[in-house]
């Protein structure tokens, strides 16, 4: 991105490997929340490690905000170059990115429907949804359960209507940026990125301080955008779009806001900016780790979100016909953790891949990448 951009646009984005390094942590992390978070194995484990499985279930999952903040820096990146970003191509946009992330997620919504029935025969768990109504599933379609208050027929994907909606609202505060720069000429000639930031910071700002504050919004966009605005920060000083001060003034603001109402996952948002913009001085941001296996794990990491949850049902329905032992019970969940992994590879070659194939012959060549998993 140049400093003074006429245009905000689309633009492809390389792998980088710092970043498949920390997918591939956040996501080992949100298995193992899951797995602490719903029994009956973990119930029954509890008293061989109550410390590990109390950190697990209290703390794991905020490694969401990893990938919000992976997220806001491939949007930033994606907008930085290309075709400009206009209203009316709106539509076609969402449903590129619906084509990308929707497909395989509808896929697992079928196995899930089908692990909870059949864990439903094994086990009495609140874990276990019951058979979804047509409209429930529409819902689930279109990332709209948690709006409209339905049980989730999996764990964890409130995360993707969530990154849905922050695609959606990026894509709309870059098109108005391009529209108000276009049109408003009266004022003399506007950037489109300044008139970005003159839209993102504000907002960025609200939820820091009032909306990120209140869990009522919690199934709304602006709830995380503080923390996704912090990639986008992060991409744009990387970048030279911004001065180098501007991440610090973001990062400065997103402490008070910490201050002013403890949330450590903020604290966890802020350490994974600091991580990339080290990695991105020292040079290593593209570069490190150099391991095949870590790189593939991060590669894996969206099918991992998507697979592991019915697996870990299955398991822990598996298991909870035989009356085990703590130790046993711990070994239960670590069959659940190998299965998943299997199952995500599995599920990454023949689900993923072919639907980002799919999505790619159906649209030209522009950025996208599937959605961190949280």
């Known amino acids: 991105m140049q400093n003074s951009p006429t245009a905000l646009v689309i633009a492809a984005d390389a792998r980088l490997r710092f970043i498949d390094f920390l997918r591939a942590l956040a996501s080992q992390a949100i298995v193992w929340h899951h797995l602490a ?3 009956p194995l973990s119930d029954i484990a509890y008293p061989l ?18 990938f919000l903040v992976i997220g806001g820096f491939l949007t930033a990146q ?35 429907i089908f692990a909870n029935a059949l864990a439903d025969r094994w086990m009495n768990h609140p874990s276990i949804s019951g058979p979804p109504s047509a409209i429930q599933l529409i819902a689930h379609a279109v990332f709209a359960q948690d709006i409209f208050n339905f049980e989730a027929l999996s764990a964890g994907i409130w995360y993707l209507a969530i990154d849905f909606q922050l695609f959606i609202l990026s894509f709309l505060l870059v098109a108005a940026a391009n529209f108000v720069a276009a049109k408003f ?19 960025a700002l609200l939820s820091l301080y009032w909306i990120n504050r ?7 966009a602006l709830y ?22 501007a991440f610090w003034i973001y990062a400065l603001a997103v402490a008070l806001a910490i201050v002013v109402d403890w949330r450590p996952r903020l604290v966890v948002a802020s350490a994974t900016a600091c991580l990339l913009m080290i990695a991105a ?46 130790l046993q019970s711990f070994g239960g969940m670590v069959v659940a953790y190998i299965s998943s992994l299997l199952g995500a590879m599995v599920f990454y070659t023949f689900v993923e891949v072919p639907c980002l ?12 990448s599937a959605p961190s998993p949280g």
């Open 37 to 39: 978070f719903y029994g």
């Open 78 to 112: 994606q907008l930085a170059h290309g075709a400009p970003v206009r209203l009316a191509a709106l539509g076609s946009a969402v449903a590129r990115r619906y084509r990308r992330v929707g497909l395989p997620y509808l896929a697992t919504l079928m196995v899930a």
């Open 281 to 326: 001085r020292k040079q290593f941001l593209r570069t490190w780790p150099r391991s095949p296996v870590i790189a593939y794990f991060g590669k894996i990491s969206y099918s991992l979100f998507l697979i592991h949850f019915p697996i870990c049902l299955l398991t822990n329905a598996w298991f909870s016909r035989w009356s085990l032992s703590p």
């Open 214 to 220: 209140d869990p009522g919004f919690d199934c709304w």
């Open 49 to 66: 490690a109550p410390l590990a499985i109390d950190v697990l279930y209290d703390y794991a999952r905020m490694a969401v905000q990893v």
């Open 224 to 245: 995380f955008f503080g923390s996704y605005f912090f990639g986008m920060v992060l991409c744009w000083t990387i970048d030279g779009a911004l001065p180098r001060q």
């Open 185 to 203: 000429v009266v004022f003399g000639r506007l950037s489109p990125f300044r008139v970005l930031q003159g839209l993102t910071w504000p907002l």
């Open 357 to 368: 194939k799919f999505a790619s012959r159906r649209a030209p060549r522009r950025a996208g």
